[in-house]
RNA sequence: GGUCCCAUCGUCUAAUGGUUAGGACAUCACCCUUUCACGGUGGUAAUAUGGGUUCGAAUCCCGUUGGGAUCACCA
């Protein structure tokens, strides 16, 4: 049989980042097995649909490059692919399961359910419309009663199945609560929706977040009550924030396109995210998702809540930078440039750069001083490891200055050469003529590149008004 | 509270009865160096706890503690 995995949102407008490392899992074990991954949009509840989901949904796997064989926009054998469209269908399956005694109609109002359960005293909610004979419940249903479709449970003992992550999971099937399968308004809960479409979508891995785990035998229940084989099992732990509490939208945490906006790269974010619950069980980690297509098992996936590492993900990140093309890595940063002066030269500039970012939004913080000249405070000519100071700076870069005015050769090599010349010639240390000439171009204690690689990227013009400016500050 | 799940360095994790408990991030030190990075070398740092089982336990069993999940006409 072929493998089929489905990654199911709803569209709440915000990709979350446990949701998105499930849609990998499960876009992983399709292909691992040269199966299929499809999308289907969980819809049922119009309370908490958001416009302009979908899209994001769609933009972030493409982004990531997790193609779907069926879905919404393009199709498929098991259509329609989103949830809201396919209500015919669970009322149809929900009725047919009233029929087989899987389920019952409920009359009570949402309020009575409420009164009914005490959660301190550990009071279920004892649906008294199980009571009702199906011939009446029928009738009322006919006289346009309103009305859910409830689950009945009437099994007793232990249930029991088989998790490809958790192994055996046994539960009671007292502890089973008979929720609502189609709702009042005439659309179906998870509880009910995701049984028959998976069932319908011939589905064969269900990969979902552990919080299902305690709920999976009520589902196996409406597989068994219609008939139906269920799929395998795994169940994933969840992505922390902190020990204590998920990631999530309410908490404010990071999603997807939070990240990428501050300037992470998709392809290290998704590498990060694999491993967080999941290993190749040797020490490698850097892999791009072909590669994890070709090494990714069920089997090495991991029972315990992970917490999401921002650093260490910058890390990772860090490293695509540096490992991208000089060529890319200029395109990726161009839009950083966008304020820059005409005469800068952005190409040196991203040479120096790629090495020294962590992220993209890096670019912004270390290149300010190349826009406008910083105030800084002369203090800073002072190193002691370069013996170097004001006092210093104001003997030596008039010197610099004259050199760099007859400077025809531009590139950083004549440049350092020149400035190691005039050292020499002056009979100071090579660090007493760059260093101060790196503060009198910049204005900053660190910059990315020394002295000539900042005097390329600001081009002789720029540099020699800021080597005039800085000798008057320092005079 | 009932039920279910989880527990190795600060973090992600490896070790599926026998290892000096390994790797990565972070951190610290040193080297490289035209500041800062990059890169290199080395260090600090973990089996929650108490009992078993066994020649031998991070690993198997039981208890304890701690954490999480679930008990919706949300998914």
Redesign the pocket.
């Known amino acids: 049989m072929k493998t089929r995995t489905r990654f199911?949102?709803?569209p709440t407008g915000y990709m979350h980042i446990g949701n998105l490392r499930t849609a990998l899992y499960e876009y992983l074990i399709a292909k691992a097995n040269n199966g299929d991954f499809i999308l289907r949009i969980?819809d049922?509840?119009q309370?908490?649909y958001v416009e302009g989901a979908t899209d994001i949904i769609y933009n972030t796997l493409k982004t990531v490059g997790m193609n779907w064989d069926e879905g919404p926009d393009i199709g498929g054998n098991y259509g329609p692919y989103v949830q809201s469209e396919r209500r015919s269908i669970y009322a149809e399956y929900a009725h047919k399961l009233v029929e087989l005694g899987g389920a019952h109609y409920c009359f009570?109002?949402?309020s009575e359910?409420?009164e009914e359960?005490n959660?301190e005293l550990?009071i279920?909610?004892k649906d008294p419309c199980k009571l009702i004979s199906l011939a009446e419940a029928k009738k009322r249903v006919a006289a346009g009663e309103?009305y859910?479709i409830r689950q009945t449970i009437n099994k007793k003992g232990k249930s029991k199945y088989h998790d490809e992550v958790?192994?055996?999971?046994?539960?009671?099937y007292d502890?089973l609560?008979e929720?609502?399968l189609l709702?009042?308004?005439g659309?179906?809960?998870?509880?009910f929706?995701?049984v028959v479409d998976d069932h319908l979508m011939q589905i064969t891995h269900v990969v979902r977040g552990?919080?299902?785990?305690?709920?999976t035998p009520k589902y196996n229940l409406i597989y068994e009550d219609f008939g139906w084989q269920h799929p395998q099992y795994v169940h994933v732990?969840?992505v922390?924030k902190d020990?204590?509490?998920?990631l999530s939208k309410r908490n404010g945490d990071a999603s997807f396109q939070d990240l990428v906006a501050k300037g992470y790269l998709p392809e290290a974010i998704i590498n990060y995210i694999a491993?967080?619950?999941?290993?190749p069980?040797n020490?490698e980690?850097i892999f791009s998702l072909d590669d994890l297509k070709k090494i990714f098992s069920i089997e090495?996936l991991?029972?315990?809540?992970?917490?999401f590492?921002i650093?260490?993900l910058?890390?990772?990140n860090?490293?695509y930078i540096?490992a991208l093309s000089p060529e890319k890595f200029h395109e990726l940063a161009l839009p950083y440039y966008k304020d820059m002066p005409s005469n800068v030269n952005l190409t040196a500039l991203s040479s120096?750069l790629q090495?020294?970012v962590e992220t993209l939004a890096d670019i912004s913080s270390q290149a300010d001083f190349i826009q406008e000249m910083p105030e800084y405070n002369l203090e800073l000519y002072s190193?002691k490891?370069?013996k170097t100071d004001a006092l210093i700076a104001k003997a030596n870069l008039p010197a610099v200055r004259e050199i760099l005015s007859a400077q025809n050769d531009w590139s950083?090599e004549a440049?350092?050469e020149s400035?190691k010349a005039l050292a020499e010639k002056l009979g100071v240390k090579?660090?007493q003529i760059?260093?101060p000439t790196?503060i009198a171009l910049s204005g900053?204690?660190?910059?990315?590149?020394?002295?000539?690689?900042i005097a390329v990227i600001l081009g002789k013009e720029e540099t020699l008004k800021r080597l005039d400016n800085a000798i008057q500050k320092l005079s």
């Not at 958790?166 to 009671?172: A, M, Q, T, V």
């Not at 660190?446 to 000539?452: D, F, I």
Request: net charge neutral.
């Open positions: 199911a949102p709803s969980e049922t509840d309370k908490r009570c109002s949402k359910a409420d359960k959660d550990n279920k909610f309103p859910v958790y192994g055996d999971i046994e539960i009671d502890e609560d929720g609502v709702k009042s308004d659309f179906p809960t998870y509880n929706a995701n552990n919080e299902y785990i305690s709920s732990p969840p922390m020990a204590q509490h998920k491993l967080l619950g999941w290993n069980g020490d980690e090495r991991n029972r315990s809540p992970a917490i590492d650093t260490k910058t890390w990772m860090g490293c540096r120096v090495p020294r190193n490891k370069m950083n440049l350092f400035m090579n660090g760059l260093y790196r900053k204690e660190t910059t990315p590149g020394g002295a000539t690689e």
